[in-house]
């Protein structure tokens, strides 16, 4: 099985990921992780952060000469900014001029984080909860990914709407319908060449329209992302446990990015309204077992289909306004305007490179809990043997005797 875990504050030192149960001999260079740290940082409507730091993941073990050894992985990503905050940060105990912060903002985990923790200063809350961690996330899905593509499974994401923007042509619908091969890959390469990661050029400049218009506001603004992966085998994940269903491990991976408030796979929450035969996925033989469409968006009963999975999420808008909205000062409860502090305008480009993220790691997850052996060579051994056999084996089990 296997794990990772995150450490680090916003504006400490670094961010730093420990991953666990990779097989030996995948691959993995410095360039391959930093190139998809680069994508996170990128978007119209980032705050200054991103001019600051230079994302780059540091390998301090688990990889040689470029491939793993099956040990544990551990990487850091150095935070530029802690150059700034080091006497804000020290975990020495010498406290410089902190100025405490008292007023939480709505939306953020200031409030809770304090009420929690049982801290005296927002700041204890606002580090950890930052989206910052993210980082280190992208960092630890890159090795994920790294891994499915030797299984060729690719990952893709695009934007679809950005403070209530939708473009003219619906381009999932394409994908529902099943009428073509789609490589996940794809629809990325298109997205990265957009400032805010859409796949139509109008579409681009309406939503940088609104993102002016909420920064001269002193607004933020929230959206929806599409993130798919295709080239994927049939039986990842399981229906005999409530945990072992790759759905329900996605939802809950989603729900984990910072400012994530719905998650929907296939066509979702749109099933609500429509008849049965508008929602299933006929099964046809056309030289391999298929389907019509994919509306299920690849899965069904918790376990992959084999057609892409289609997993949709809505960023909430992020909670800093620099026109802020109502809270108190916890100093003397007394109505006040919420804390302005540097932030993002708008984040759900790099959300939806979160989202693959995210989704990578749990499809190498169930991956290796399939196929998974000590090295990569076993484990592509189990895969393939599994998915030469398959269909002869319900040939052969549904033989007329
Ligand atoms: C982020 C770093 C943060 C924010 C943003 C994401 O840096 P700073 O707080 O120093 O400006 O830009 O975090 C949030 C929007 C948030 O609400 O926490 C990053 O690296 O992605």
Redesign the pocket.
Known sequence: MIRFLTAGE??GKALTAIIEGFPSNLPITNEYINSHLARRQGGYGR?L??KI?TDKAEILSGIRFQKTLGSPISLMIRNS?WENWIEKMSPENKKGRVEKITIPRPG?ADLVGVSKYNFDDIRNSIER????E??ARVAVGSIARRLLEEFGITIGSFVESIGGIYPKKNFVNELFDNKKDFDACEISEAADKSQVRVLEKDHEEKIIRKIKLAKKRGDTLGGTFYVAASGLPVGLGSFVHFDTKLDADIAHVFMSI?AVKGVEIGTGFACADAFGSASHDEIIYNKNISRKTNRAGGIEGGVSTGLPIIVRAVMKP???LMSPIASIDLTNFNAVDARR????FV?VP?CAVIGESMLAWVLAKYLLLKFGGDSLEETKDNYNSYCKKLETRIRKNFKLK
Do not use: P, Q, V, Y
């Open positions: 916003s504006h705050g952060r991103m730091e900014d953020h909860s930052s989206a910052r993210t980082a910072n992020i909670a800093t502090e540097r932030s993002d984040a790099a």
